[in-house]
């Protein structure tokens, strides 16, 4: 059972960011408009930013929630893999997004209480996990697509999750109680810091590409930038040996340093500016790991807390970042500023 919670990152991410590069061919599927799936993105991401903080509050076992959770997002992609309308598939996105908002700040949660000793180090992994289930569902989808139709990936992707959501719920007393919530206001500097790191993920991967187009880079190319995501899986399987080694804040300011680095590189042309987003990506999961690691340390309800927060700094990326189509070295120095921030209240201890 204790893997399964590690696991439920990779399923959960897996199945919910599956859809991203299937957006254009399910709108034409669905004989609709460009951008008309764009609700079917953004409401799930609110759904877990409102509900993310209530969830420790339901009062079920952990086991049952976790699986249920995931048994949502599984059979919300279904029903959505299988729906006439694009109507009944972004509802089935809601039924997604509910499901999601009950797993990540159970898993942070728990990961302390199942691994004792080793909790820096499984935070890592479960961080792992979710780069990996999120980079697996984008690449995947892409390639079922072509094999058994945009139908057939979404459901093909929507299984893992819907199997080990049942598996949970077969045995809902297996993992431990996590108690009643605390919602510590102490914690601020935890949920600011939060919301930096997502906001800066998708603050710049969104408008990576507009600079490199302008650039002269070929669609294709750019694509080919992301592949920088996958160092986030040894920058947060890493994270926890280096907090045993050299203590949590200490590896929390390197990671930033790393930022920064990553960040002062940007305002070069490339290749210095795909090199600072690689870096870039590398140091934000590993302070995410140390950061959600802490969050988990302090109980449900601040992990609850947490989770909303994070997701809220990603919703504030997707609104903000159109501002800035057009100046490119402004929002780098932007991210500057919010990573020195960061590096300032470094809310590991």
Request: contains cysteine.
């Amino acid at each position: 059972m204790r893997w399964a919670v590690v696991l439920s990152g990779v399923a959960l991410y897996s199945a919910l960011y599956a859809v991203v590069p299937l957006l254009p061919l399910l709108e034409r599927l669905f004989a609709a408009p460009p951008g008309a799936a764009g609700p079917g993105m953004g409401l799930p991401l609110l759904l877990l930013v409102l509900l993310s903080p209530l969830v420790p509050r339901l009062g079920l076992p952990a086991g049952t929630l976790l699986g249920g959770g995931l048994l949502l997002v599984g059979l919300g992609g279904a029903l959505g893999a299988l729906s006439p309308s694009l109507f009944l598939w972004t509802l089935g996105r809601l039924l997604q997004g509910v499901g999601a908002a009950l797993v990540p700040a159970l898993a942070i949660a728990l990961i302390p209480l199942l691994f004792p000793q080793r909790a820096w180090e499984m935070a890592g992994v479960y961080m792992a996990g979710n780069v990996l289930g999120g980079g697996m569902g984008r690449v995947l989808a892409g390639l079922l697509a072509e094999a058994v139709g945009v139908r057939g990936s979404l459901l093909l992707l929507s299984l893992p999750a819907l199997f080990l959501g049942l598996l949970l719920l077969r045995t809902p007393g297996g993992l431990p109680t996590l108690g009643r919530p605390q919602y510590d206001l102490k914690a601020f500097p935890l949920y600011l810091v939060g919301a930096i790191l997502l906001f800066l993920n998708l603050f710049l991967a969104n408008l990576l590409p507009y600079r490199l187009l302008e650039l002269g880079f070929r669609p294709g190319e750019v694509g080919l930038v992301y592949l920088a995501y996958l160092l986030g899986i040894p920058g947060s399987a890493l994270s926890g040996l280096l907090a045993n080694r050299f203590g949590g804040v200490a590896t929390f300011r390197l990671a930033f340093f790393g930022v920064l680095l990553g960040l002062g590189l940007m305002f070069l042309p490339p290749p210095s500016l795909i090199l600072g987003f690689a870096l870039l990506m590398a140091a934000l999961f590993t302070a995410q790991s140390l950061v959600s690691g802490t969050a988990g340390r302090r109980g449900a309800g601040v992990s609850g807390t947490y989770v909303a927060a994070f997701y809220l700094g990603g919703t504030l990326a997707g609104l903000l970042y159109p501002f800035f189509l057009h100046s490119f070295p402004l929002a780098v120095a932007v991210a500057v500023g919010l990573a020195l921030w960061a590096l300032c209240l470094a809310p590991v201890r």
